[in-house]
């Protein structure tokens, strides 16, 4: 890298429209001039239509779902029906023999499960034990789904049943069945997720992991004026993502190929490079669209093991697409938690103490943790943590938009508003008390509040349970954090043609956010050209490192490693042109498809004509995601951590039949910053997506698994209860423009702030509606009728 | 889902043929929308070797309203029925019934036969690995029977039944060949269970061809509610039928029919009784409300069906007034 040198240099940050001051920051030398305010750009800030929107509506578009291979075979996945076993034996001769059979594997590692931290006995086990209901065990392939499904009903699998235990507070107790016969660790993956190393673990607690704790917690709650007491329960929730997660595998001598649905493309080449002990070069993970990602979408998994083992024993294409029953149970979830949550506070509202005493659980995997929100939102001298993870046997949990922090926010924002409500300040007043840091989401979240408030009428909130009758409305607020990250593995390619074709290439994906659409902005905005006259390739591990979809870093890794790149190129095309138009190159523009001189826009020529005439037969421009210009908090490996997060605000609007338990989101106004908006439509959807997501969190969605025999009940999309079209509240985006001077292009991501606050703020104002609080989610009638008639 | 073979029947007398060949290893069924058959299908409950598709005989599918009732034929689908004009204006309970169930698409294609053969939603039912092992214990029943639930928790799943048990509907079927017989809609439910393959009296090779309502008196107040969690589809909580025939401002008879909250839709007999000669108000409402759930025996996860239930009683025969 040839940022050795720096510079000072003087950029613009804060508010745009609001309060935009000069800052000094040590910049690489050779970073692009900043970029004024959005206003003033002519391809970014603009509500430019995604790119791949005609292909998706038309069908046009290839998902891996869609994927077709001359000579593909169909796998089918064999999965354990009881919820804990040893497997004594498993005989697969009379498949391996069905009609149209091409390879029957089994599955000698499970992914994405905790692994003993000793593996003990378990090492001489012949296959991996049985841990949940629905845990993969073995696959078939053959010439159609039909015979892959009949040929397993014949493989035979010898079980030695072993006590099992599904439920939270059955698990919890020291005499349950142990999910694990002793400690566990459970590694990270690209998604992010694992647990905190060597914590020590008794029976299925694991833990506790005391991260974020300072001060004196009891000298904390002594010097309070008011101390506020929740218990709060969220429940386990599914990705349930509308393309199941699956692959096409197509092993050959020379090279495997990899077709997959997926948030991270380099991370399914690393992960089959390591299990099945090959080059990375020898692998190729290919993603033209993903059909949604919130966070489990990450390496091959366990179908992804099965379909390359099948594909290399078969010598043939292999797909592997999971049904909708094993994309509920095997392949992730977002734990459910119990948090204890104490919060003392002085009369003015100002915190003195914040005690956490929670549980997640996350089925056989750890990492359930509640996030990061109680200890680093607001300030507060004494904070006491103590988190345990719970196994149970049940489906392994993953990182899931906003891991933690959702069903931490739910608690910890609820806990701030019954503190406001003992203390009889404002809810919003109560956040510009306490909500202080020096820090870009502090002063984003501050803005944010002001036009929430206008947005949803705040001043004609009434005292909570105003309604006279049994139909009752009320308004709320709660406010969001997530980290701002930067994937430094992150370069970007332009190549320009001498017709003036343009492509850009990133080896990260476009899950459906509009990463791709982003992209040709930034690059277009360099070159003066139109978004669609750039063509962006993403989506393989062939083309240069990218960011995974996932941590709300895309936008944020990309898009100045692209503009750099550009940049470069453009430079590069300036210096060739100059000659051309008799002018000094630094004085030459892009813009409107054509080159110019500064101020003279008679001497110019088009985009296209320019670079024939200057003999270019192709340039290429690579550059890399520099560090943001005032570091990093946090560093670990290609994730970096600023000291400024995301914000975001939203309010929300119910009405509550407190006859009947029927909860109706009305309306919710949610008010976000993503650092500089590139694309504001598209961070429109995002942020309507994860609103959307977040009312069904909140009212409906609920894994339900029977205790008997560890069955997911509900593994549908009818029982599974989603929100439909006529539960999506009215929703009204906000946007502010933030810059940060803190890259080439200031943009930051938005998914995960746009799903985290919208719980917590649909029970506040639940509260408000009502004068109870629902400590439980969902919000179902069985659940909202036990917190009304709570004292 | 396993192979089968698919036979377009063209007539009544020949679906009754090719449905009474049926036997336990060759099983054939009689598909009318489909709806419920390819979910039993896709899941392995239903493994048919020969479907026999009963929507080519035209007649089937009439509505016929006059003064002598109301004859809707088996394959009259929901949307039918939620847009009859006729139907909408004289049993508006119905019409309701078949407007909130399921969703727009489903309702183009479910029939009102289908709809009432359906087996029940119950998602320990509605697994095949249930299927293959002894009794589930139903620990996750939050969404079954609070009435009369000691033999089975599960609830019929029809919607449409609740409304027509509150009009006397009848059933009408046939073997074919010109036989026929028929029986009240109260005596043609039967508890649901796994056991059996079907929750009805229905015969083996027997076609159920149409049903009757008898003729409304001009001085009938009727409404339907169906509780859900959700607006856009759901299955219900409960789901509530009452029809009231007055005499000037007082009820002179009544039928309120509950479902969801117990194996059988269910009639509130001592509500009914409460409203008779008395003018419908909130206190009427009430009392009729609270005596229909009295005695409910409600299980562990849902105790909360029991006041939603209540309010929806209450609040659907004010709905009639």
Redesign the interface.
Known sequence: MSADAFEQRSLSAGIVGAAVKQVTRKVPQGEPPPWPANAELQVVGKDVPRMDALDKVTGRARYTFDVQLPGMLYARTLNS?LPHARIKSIDTSRAEKHPGVRAVHVLDRLLMAAELRDPGDEAREPYPIVRFTGQPIAAVAATSA?AAEAALALIRVEYEPMPHVTEFEAAIDPGSPPVFPGPTEQQATAGGGGAAKGLPQKGNLRGPSKGGSRGEIERGFKEADVVVEGEYRTQVQTHTPLEPHGVVADWRDEELTIYASTQHVMSVRDEAAEIFKLPKEKIRAISDYTGGGFGAKYGIGNYGTLAIHLSRKARAPVRLVLDRREEHVSVGNRPSTLQRLKIGAKRDGSLTAIELHSFGTGGVAAGAGVGMCHHSMYPCPNVSIEHYDVFTNAGPCAAFRGPGQTQGIFAFEQAIDAVAARLGIDPVAMRDKIDTRDADDVRARAAERRIGAEKIGWSRRRAPGSDAG?IKRGIGMAQSMWPYIVNSYTTCEIRIAGDGTVEAFCGTQDIGTGTRTVFAQVVAEELGLRAEDVRVHVGDSRFPPGPPSGGSRVTSSLTPAARNAAHAAARDIASRVAPLLKAPPDELIFKNGRIERRGDSKTSLGFAEALRRAGIETLVHRADRRDDYEGYARKAGELNISPHAIGGVQFAEVCVDT????V?VERVVAVHDCGRPINPKLVESQILGGVTQGVSYA??EDR??????G?Q??ANID?Y?I?????TPQIEVHLIELLGGQSSTDARGVAEPANVATAAAIANAFFNATGKRIYTLPM???NV??ALRAE | MRSFEWVDAQSIDEAATLLAATTANAPVIAKAGGMDVLDLMKEGIVQPTRVVNLKAIRSLGDVKLDNSGMQLGALATLAQIERHAGIRSHYRALAEAAAHAATPQVRNAATIGGNLLQRPRCWYFRNEHFHRVADPDHSEHQHHAIFENQQTVMVHASTLATPLLAYDASVHLTLGKGSSRSVELKDFLLPPSMKRDRDTIIADGEILTHISVPPIHPATRCAYHKQTERDSYDWPICDVAVVLQMNGDTVASAKIVLGWVAPVPRRAVDAEEILISRPLDDRSASEAAAAAVHGATPLAKNAYKVPVLETVIKRTILAAR
């Open positions: 029906t039909r049994p006859q009947t338990g029927a109706k009212l409906y339900r698994l029977d205790a008997a025999t069955v009940l509900n029982q209860k929100v439909g079209s006529r539960e179902t009638p069985a009728l036990a």
